[in-house]
């Protein structure tokens, strides 16, 4: 199976490209061939999810409420000072639960069915915006009539609408 792939977390090229196929059937901006790659997920929230997975997992088959950040790095090979930051942000937003102390880490405070792939990503990239046009740090002067902008922004609302539908507990 063909894979966009960012680090661990993947997505597969069919699920993207039925996704996208659709908006863009009336033109001819996007083709997606195989090895095709784009850097949708940012290297947090990848680690994000890869931890919140582990976190899933280890909850489901040793019912272990809390996580440390070195089992999780242990067993992801991330890098810890890295990740402590992500699950501190993951955890100032209200889907984790922080301990401090020796017997500290991190536990689930919204049930990992109830975490949406939207939520990560709003948390650790902001919205899904692809339509956020800059040119040289000023907003592009063609933005009022430019025809991609409209179907970005489907493509755009179509992602959210997917995403939404993902949660840790249907990827773990």
């Known amino acids: 199976m063909d894979v966009v792939s960012r680090g ?3 997505l597969p090229l069919c699920l993207l490209k039925n996704l996208l196929t659709p908006l863009f059937n009336d033109t001819k901006i ?17 680690y994000g999810i890869r931890a919140l997975l582990c976190m899933a997992d ?12 070195g089992e999780i790095v242990e067993k ?20 984790l639960r922080s301990y401090k102390g020796k017997d ?8 990992p069915d109830e975490i949406t792939l939207t939520d990560i990503i709003e948390v650790l990239q902001g919205k899904i915006d692809l ?11 063609g933005i009022k009539k430019c025809v991609l902008r409209k179907k970005l922004k489907d493509i755009g609302r179509l992602l959210n609408k997917e995403f ?6 249907s990827l773990s």
């Open 8 to 10: 661990r977390f993947s």
């Open 30 to 46: 996007v083709s997606l061939k195989k090895g095709w790659c784009m850097n949708f997920i940012s290297r947090d929230t990848d």
């Open 58 to 69: 280890a909850d489901r088959k040793k019912k272990k409420k809390i996580a440390t950040v």
């Open 76 to 95: 992801e090979d991330l890098p810890e000072r890295f990740l402590r930051r992500v699950l501190q942000r993951l955890a100032k937003k209200g889907i």
């Open 104 to 111: 500290g880490g991190f536990s689930f405070r919204k049930l």
């Open 131 to 141: 339509t956020n046009c800059v040119l040289k740090g000023k907003i592009c002067p």
């Open 164 to 169: 939404k539908g993902i949660t840790i507990a």
